[in-house]
């Protein structure tokens, strides 16, 4: 996990660089939750593109990080996000709770 | 010859969290023997995951048990299946049902044999509290256009075909 704090706007941006599984996951979330207990950002941004494998240990992990943050009063969104995540992210109503970005909808922008 | 695969692998492992990677990794390279994308490849080892994952932590729990994963191939098709004499399931059925789980404090979402049913073809499950969980999964790997394609000549013999 590399961990990024912009103090302008006080954005907590979060890259996750492992594998996702209950295994890393119940690490991860020690990790994540220590960073977002630190800083106390107005927002925080869970970057997935150094993500090479996620299963459903994924959605907990997002819910359980989404839940802190509202807490402590702020925002959250998930960016990068690939195909087959966005897939787990659908079956499981993440989406419908938390803004998602995928990796088309960045492109996209790119490009206007 | 019906019945019979024609490639099949065992493997036997402690029911620790840390062998997840391994496990979906060990399947994965056997499967790669069928030419699958990458696509294919990934359904099988999040599926893979999500079983070996149940084993441990549903089925184990804090005990020390062994997880047992069985892939055979036959032609297109896998078969794989990842058992544990764990304490087993008392309603199938509704273990399977979608956000279902036993676990929330642990952070589960119960979406895990969605999982296994959304990416694989094929998923059948077999418990016995107190006895342990089966799980049977199967999915087909289409074979590759660019592959030699088996066809009929006009003498009515079949040949291969480069197409
Ligand atoms: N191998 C197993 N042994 C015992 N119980 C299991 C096993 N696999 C699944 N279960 C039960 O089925 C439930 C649903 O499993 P699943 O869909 O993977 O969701 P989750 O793992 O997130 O709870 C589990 O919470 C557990 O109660
Ligand atoms: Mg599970």
């Known amino acids: 996990?590399?961990?990024?704090?912009?103090?302008?706007?006080?954005?907590?941006?979060?890259?996750?660089?492992?594998?996702?599984?209950?295994?890393?996951?119940?690490?991860?979330?020690?990790?994540?939750?220590n960073e977002i207990e630190v800083y106390s950002p107005q927002k925080v941004i869970l970057d997935c593109s150094g993500i090479t494998f996620m299963d459903s240990s994924g959605i907990?992990?997002?819910?359980?990080?989404?839940?802190l943050v509202k807490m402590l009063g702020g925002n959250f969104e998930i960016i990068n996000v690939n195909k087959r995540m966005k897939k787990i992210f659908d079956m499981s109503g993440v989406s419908r709770i938390i803004t998602i970005i995928d990796e088309e909808e960045e492109e996209n922008e790119g490009v206007m | 010859m019906k019945g019979l695969c024609d490639n099949e692998m065992k493997l036997e492992f402690s029911s620790k969290t840390s062998n997840e990677a391994f496990a979906r990794v060990a399947v994965a390279?056997?499967?790669?023997?069928?030419?699958?994308?990458?696509?294919?490849?990934?359904?099988?080892?999040?599926a893979v995951s999500e079983a070996v994952?149940?084993?441990?932590?549903h089925g184990y729990g804090d005990e020390e048990g062994t997880v047992k994963i069985?892939?055979?191939?036959y032609i297109n098709t896998i078969e794989i299946e990842i058992s544990d004499s764990g304490k087993g399931i008392e309603d199938v059925e509704i273990a399977m049902?979608?956000?279902?789980?036993?676990k929330p404090d642990l952070e589960r979402s119960g979406m895990g044999f969605t999982i296994m049913?959304?990416?694989?073809?094929?998923?059948?499950?077999?418990?016995?509290?107190?006895?342990?969980?089966?799980?049977k999964m199967k999915k087909k790997i289409e074979p590759k256009q660019q592959e030699d394609e088996l066809t009929n000549t006009e003498d009515g013999e079949a040949s291969w075909k480069r197409i």
Do not use: C
Not at chain 2, 70 to 73: D, L, N, W
Not at chain 2, 97 to 102: A, G, Q
């Open chain 1, 1 to 33: 996990m590399i961990s990024e704090y912009v103090k302008e706007g006080k954005t907590l941006i979060l890259r996750i660089t492992e594998e996702v599984d209950q295994h890393t996951a119940d690490k991860l979330r020690r990790k994540l939750d």
């Open chain 2, 117 to 135: 049913e959304s990416f694989m073809d094929e998923i059948k499950v077999e418990s016995a509290l107190g006895f342990g969980t089966k799980v």
């Open chain 2, 70 to 73: 069985e892939v055979k191939i």
């Open chain 2, 29 to 46: 390279a056997f499967v790669a023997q069928l030419d699958p994308t990458i696509d294919e490849l990934s359904d099988i080892k999040t």
């Open chain 2, 53 to 57: 994952t149940n084993s441990i932590i």
């Open chain 2, 97 to 102: 049902r979608p956000l279902y789980t036993s």
């Open chain 1, 60 to 67: 907990g992990m997002v819910l359980g990080r989404y839940k």
